[in-house]
Every structure is written in C-alpha cells, then in structure tokens.
Nanobody
Framework: QVRLVESGGGLVQAGGSLRLSCAAS????????VAWFRQTPGKEREFVAG????????DYADSVKGRFTISRDNAKNTAYLQMNSLKPEDTAVYYC??????????????????WGQGTQVTVTS
C-alpha cells in the first residue's frame, strides 16, 4: 500500500517554473513506477511523465518534452516533476500516481493503482 501526497502547485506566469513533489508513504516506494497525470475541466486525464522503479527509465508526453523533467529520490520516498517554460495550456490539476513494478512507466491511467489528491497548477499569460 502506498499513500501519495502532492505539493508544489501554484500560480505562475508563462515562461516560469514550478517543481511538484510527490511524497510517498511506505518503505517499498523504490519498487513502484511513478507517473504524473493532469486534468482540466471537461477534458480527459492525460499522461504527462513517468519514471520506472528500476533503471529510472522515463517517458514524456510530446507536449512537455524538453520542458518537464521527472525524477525520483528513493531514499526520500519522493518523486518530482520539474516544469520549466510553462505555458497557459499547462494549467491543470496534476496527479501523482504509482503502480508496483513494470519494465517502463505506463501511459494509461488505468495501469496505476495509487493516486494522490492532486495539486493545482495555474499558468497565466
């Protein structure tokens, strides 16, 4: 069982940066693939970035490649999403998710068993 708590969201101007954190409970966080999804009202939840448990393989949505970086610190039971060059279209609620194992991070939300409560990111133009 893993409990996820996101933090770091907020209001930022276009071109700015934010770093989201995902703190996980449990001593086996290192065994879980972790990803970030986001959702805006009226739209489906979409994959943003993911990182595997083992070799740290990463995957990104095309819309964030080159701007966002996902990382993890297993010693701190925490995953991060560094978001640079933010755009108004990045405005959304961002969710941290996790699932045990897996060769590479899945891009489907249905593959993940654990979800955080979400943190709001608002980017103004």
């Amino acid at each position: 069982q893993v409990r996820l708590v996101e933090s770091g969201g907020g209001l930022v101007q276009a071109g700015g940066s934010l770093r989201l954190s995902c703190a996980a409970s449990g001593r086996t966080f290192s065994a879980y693939n972790v990803a970030w999804f986001r959702q805006t009202p009226g739209k489906e939840r979409e994959f943003v970035a993911g990182i595997s448990w083992s070799r740290g393989a990463t995957d990104y949505a095309d819309s964030v490649k080159g701007r966002f970086t996902i990382s993890r610190d297993n010693a701190k039971n925490t995953a991060y999403l560094q978001m640079n060059s933010l755009k108004p279209e990045d405005t959304a609620v961002y969710y941290c998710v996790a699932v045990i194992g897996g060769y590479k991070p899945a891009v489907s939300e249905y593959e993940y068993d654990y979800w955080g409560q979400g943190t709001q990111v608002t980017v103004t133009s």
